[in-house]
């Protein structure tokens, strides 16, 4: 229940946790926030994350796995710059979101949870993104699309591929 004497995290998210564990009545609250913050940071949870985490609240690492092995969202690999997430849910597949996953696939030239040589994307297939309405739907990192089309999807990788994704706006 300590702040490591060095840590892995930049300045700024070193001291975001240490404010963090301080909000929580239970220090072990804050976990889950920061395993997003970290992935944010470095990319995916890495093993130093899962060690530093743990000394920062006072827990196991494996207390850390536990919790980690839990959510789809935390990542123990790296993924690409743009990691583009297509929901294959009831209500996305019910509109061809795996017809949108087997393009992206082919567009991309990879499969599911795999990165394209040059680093730039990742591909999963995922559970429900919550935009049944607008199905069939994606995630690019923290940037929603839906009511997609495969010619819609092309636009969405080219502005990517262009840095011109959501983020970037």
């Given at each position: 229940m300590?702040?490591p004497?060095t840590?892995i995290?930049?300045?700024a998210?070193?001291?975001?946790f240490?404010k963090?564990?301080?909000?929580?009545?239970?220090?072990?609250s804050a976990?889950?926030?920061?395993?997003l913050y970290?992935?944010?940071e470095?990319?995916?949870?890495s093993?130093a994350?899962?060690?530093?985490?743990?000394?920062r609240?006072?827990?196991?690492?494996l207390d850390v796995r536990?919790?980690l092995?839990?959510y789809?969202?935390?990542?123990?690999k790296?993924?690409?710059?743009?990691?583009?997430?297509v929901c294959t849910?009831i209500?996305?597949?019910?509109?061809d979101?795996?017809?949108i996953?087997d393009?992206?696939?082919?567009r991309?030239?990879i499969?599911h949870?795999?990165v394209?040589?040059d680093?730039?994307f990742?591909?999963?297939?995922?559970?429900?993104i919550?935009?049944?309405?607008?199905?069939?739907?994606v995630q690019?990192n923290?940037?929603?699309?839906?009511?997609?089309t495969p010619?819609?999807m092309?636009k969405?990788?080219?502005?990517?591929?262009a840095?011109?994704?959501?983020e970037t706006l």
């Amino acid at each position: 229940m300590s702040t490591p004497a060095t840590t892995i995290f930049s300045p700024a998210l070193a001291a975001r946790f240490d404010k963090l564990v301080t909000l929580y009545p239970v220090r072990r609250s804050a976990l889950v926030p920061m395993l997003l913050y970290s992935q944010d940071e470095v990319g995916y949870i890495s093993d130093a994350v899962v060690e530093e985490i743990a000394v920062r609240i006072g827990i196991t690492p494996l207390d850390v796995r536990n919790v980690l092995s839990y959510y789809s969202m935390l990542r123990t690999k790296p993924v690409g710059k743009y990691n583009v997430q297509v929901c294959t849910n009831i209500s996305c597949m019910l509109k061809d979101g795996y017809g949108i996953l087997d393009h992206c696939k082919q567009r991309l030239g990879i499969g599911h949870k795999e990165v394209t040589p040059d680093g730039l994307f990742s591909l999963e297939e995922v559970e429900c993104i919550g935009a049944c309405c607008w199905a069939p739907a994606v995630q690019i990192n923290y940037d929603f699309y839906d009511d997609l089309t495969p010619e819609k999807m092309d636009k969405v990788l080219e502005d990517y591929r262009a840095g011109r994704g959501k983020e970037t706006l």
